[in-house]
């Protein structure tokens, strides 16, 4: 099965729910998820203070993020990070099984001119770099991660070049963004196709097909939100809805995991803060989010830092 890739640079300005649809073709052969998220990629974006080509390139990050987390079981997340030689630096989407997605820019500053009329996201995100995929299965072990070469660095295609030869399943991946008049994301969302064990080679070439013609993925969203989408892309073919959610952006960050990651530099560390400035910050990469600790918030942590080491080493004499 080849990889398809479709975008578009159409301006649509309507708002409608943010959410992801699964389906599966009635033989079981092959499933489609369609995703549209405009006011969840217009949230991240504000929060990022994106430049106009990198507000469309986390559109479409965010529409491949909420594909991949509907895949997941319960509790189970997924994170990919698009990182390239070019001023973008990175690119980093979060999201779980449950429709929460988050996302960050390395430069959210980086900009770059349109290519044969298109947004050049290439540009900005490097031809050279890497795409990595973790996957926290919530089983109390390391993340699962996954790496390839970015092949086009154009975000679909090397997010459909990873399922295809990372997770040995044939993908295609179709994302779009767009921006309304006030150079805000007006629309973004994309679409998912897999073929499983069971497919029948006459199903894949009608699905192929009718991405080979589908209209610009933000047109049908916005006309008639993933539903639309997903009848272009089945077209004749019988399929049956698995489920529908809601998606939402939601950072998780909180105070007492930051102290967590400050009480990981250890004792010496957290000694030479308190020496040199006795005080520390901490910002979240994804909402912003400031976390302040003084003096005394410090030696607490230093305090609990050392008590952890004198009891370790009673388990050890022990």
Not at 5 to 29: A, H
Not at 101 to 113: F, L, T, Y
Not at 235 to 246: F, I, R, T
Request: charged content about 20%; overall charge negative.
């Amino acid at each position: 099965m080849r990889l398809f890739f479709i975008q578009n640079s159409l301006s649509w300005g309507n708002r409608m729910n943010d959410y992801i649809v699964r389906t599966l073709s009635k033989s079981g052969g092959i499933r489609i998820l369609a995703s549209c998220l405009p006011n969840l990629t217009q949230q991240v974006c504000a929060l990022q203070q994106t430049a106009p080509t990198v507000s469309i390139a986390m559109g479409r990050g965010l529409a491949g993020g909420a594909l991949m987390g509907a895949l997941l079981k319960p509790e189970q997340r997924v994170a990919l990070k698009f990182e390239g030689n070019g001023p973008l630096q990175k690119l980093i989407i979060e999201a779980d099984s449950n429709g929460a997605v988050r996302g960050s820019a390395g430069n959210p500053a980086a900009d770059a001119e349109p290519l044969n009329g298109r947004w050049n996201v290439a540009g900005i995100l490097g031809r050279a770099g890497f795409l990595t995929v973790s996957k926290d299965l919530g089983l109390g072990r390391e993340p699962y991660r996954g790496m390839v070469q970015l092949r086009t660095s154009e975000i679909g295609d090397d997010l459909a070049y990873y399922l295809t030869d990372s997770e040995q399943v044939p993908s295609a991946v179709g994302l779009g963004a767009v921006l309304n008049e006030q150079g805000q994301i007006g629309q973004a969302g994309g679409f998912l196709v897999q073929a499983l064990p069971m497919a029948l080679d006459s199903e894949i070439d009608a699905v192929m097909a009718n991405i080979a013609t589908l209209p610009p993925i933000c047109e049908l969203l916005e006309t008639g939100g993933a539903e639309k989408l997903l009848e272009h892309l089945w077209g004749g073919l019988g399929y049956v809805v698995l489920e529908k959610h809601d998606l939402f952006f939601s950072c998780g960050c909180f105070r007492e995991k930051v102290e967590r990651a400050l009480m990981s530099l250890g004792d010496a560390a957290l000694g030479e803060l308190l020496s040199k400035d006795g005080k520390a910050e901490a910002k979240c990469e994804f909402c912003g989010q400031l976390y302040e600790f003084d003096r005394a918030d410090l030696e607490k942590l230093r305090a609990s830092v050392q008590a952890d080491g004198q009891d370790q080493d009673a388990n050890h004499q022990a």
